[in-house]
Antibody, heavy 120, light 114 residues
Framework: QVQLQESGPGLVKASETLSLTCTVS????????WSWIRQPPGKGLEWIGY???????NYNPSLKSRVTISVDTSKTQFSLKLSSVTAADTAVYYC??????????????WGPGTLVTVSS | DIVMTQSPDSLAVSLGERATINCKSS????????????LAWYQQKPGQPPKLLIY???TRQSGVPGRFSGSGSGTDFTLTISSLQAEDVAVYYC??????????FGGGTKVEIK
């Protein structure tokens, strides 16, 4: 059973870069697409982007200029960097994974989430 | 972007009664070559990540109780809880994966006990 765990600072200053890591266990990192999804407090879900173990990425156009997702297969981790953050980036950040067959980009596995607050 | 619109925003249903949640996409999510609807449903309880319930619009994820069912095609979809249980109190989201630029979710529907 694949398990995911997010880690990283819970508080980031405005204009700085948010950095989170997701550690994958119980499954091969090379079998899945790995995504970051966020949820502002009391609001809905926003997909940020995904990465495949090969390094192929796809980002939400609304965030593309500020997002970088990378993967470290040796550590079975993938990471998110979001630059120039503002209060609007305050959210619970989830990492998620899915196997893609016939374009099946729905999310089977989720981490518990980590709240990141952007302070001024 | 494919915009996903859910209705209602919230509903209160008596235990044992049916709950119906609607999801409408701004363009079709039916891929004609394979006749599959690229639509998933999730359940999110307070303080927890979303849990996948339904994919391909009507296929239940392993372990999901049979009282949850998905239906619809093209642009209009429904999640039905046939007999609401106390543990079904949650927010439910639909998600389209027809287009990955970007993947998008509905705004959510909160289900409560009447």
């Amino acid at each position: 059973q694949v398990q995911l765990q997010e880690s990283g600072p819970g508080l980031v200053k405005a204009s700085e870069t948010l950095s989170l890591t997701c550690t994958v266990s119980g499954g091969s990192i090379s079998s899945y697409y790995w995504s970051w999804i966020r949820q502002p407090p009391g609001k809905g879900l926003e997909w940020i982007g995904y990465i495949y173990y090969s390094g192929t990425t796809n980002y939400n156009p609304s965030l593309k200029s500020r997002v970088t997702i990378s993967v470290d297969t040796s550590k079975t981790q993938f990471s998110l960097k979001l630059s120039s953050v503002t209060a609007a980036d305050t959210a619970v950040y989830y990492c998620a994974g899915n196997i893609v067959v016939a374009g099946s980009y729905y999310f089977d596995y989720w981490g518990p989430g980590t709240l990141v607050t952007v302070s001024s | 972007d494919i915009v996903m619109t859910q209705s209602p925003d919230s509903l209160a249903v008596s235990l044992g009664e049916r709950a119906t949640i609607n999801c409408k996409s701004s363009q079709t999510v039916l891929y004609s070559p394979n006749n599959k609807n690229y639509l998933a449903w999730y359940q999110q309880k307070p303080g927890q990540p979303p849990k996948l319930l339904i994919y391909w619009a009507s296929t239940r994820q392993s372990g999901v109780p049979g009282r949850f069912s998905g239906s619809g095609s093209g642009t209009d979809f429904t999640l039905t809880i046939s007999s609401l249980q106390a543990e079904d109190v949650a927010v439910y989201y639909c998600q389209q994966y027809y287009s990955t630029l970007p993947l998008t979710f509905g705004g959510g529907t909160k289900v409560e006990i009447k």
